[in-house]
C-alpha cells in the first residue's frame, strides 16, 4: 500500500524529497495542550511560525550568498504565500 503524504499536496511520500514523518504526541504532551487556554495555545502556534520563517530564511541566505537581504524576503514571502496547508 501506498504511502500519502497530506503535507506534500496528497502525493504519494516517495515522489516528494521533502516528505516528513510526524511522530505521535507523547502523552505528557497532550495532557499539557488539553490544559492550555486558547491565547496559550495561539502563542506556541506562532513561534512555531516563527521558527519556520527563520529556519526558511536561513536556508535562502546559505543557498543565495549573493542575494541582498531584500530579495531574500522577497522570496521569503513568495514561498509563504505558496505553501499548501
Known amino acids: 500500500m501506498e504511502t ?3 503535507l506534500a499536496g496528497g502525493r504519494p511520500a516517495a515522489e516528494n524529497s ?3 514523518t510526524l511522530e505521535p504526541l507523547h502523552p505528557i504532551q497532550v495532557q499539557r ?3 492550555m487556554s486558547v491565547d496559550e495555545k495561539w502563542e506556541v502556534a506562532k ?3 516563527r521558527t ?3 529556519t526558511r530564511r536561513a ?3 546559505m ?3 549573493d542575494w541582498p537581504p531584500e530579495r531574500i ?3 521569503l514571502a513568495r514561498e509563504i504565500a505558496r505553501a499548501r496547508t
Request: hydrophobic residues 35%; aromatic residues 4%; neutral net charge.
Open 63 to 65: 543557498r543565495h550568498p
Open 33 to 35: 495542550f488539553s490544559t
Open 59 to 61: 536556508g535562502l541566505t
Open 47 to 49: 513561534g512555531l511560525l
Open 18 to 20: 521533502t516528505a516528513m
Open 73 to 75: 524576503e522577497q522570496e
Open 4 to 6: 500519502v503524504n497530506k
Open 52 to 54: 519556520a520563517r527563520e
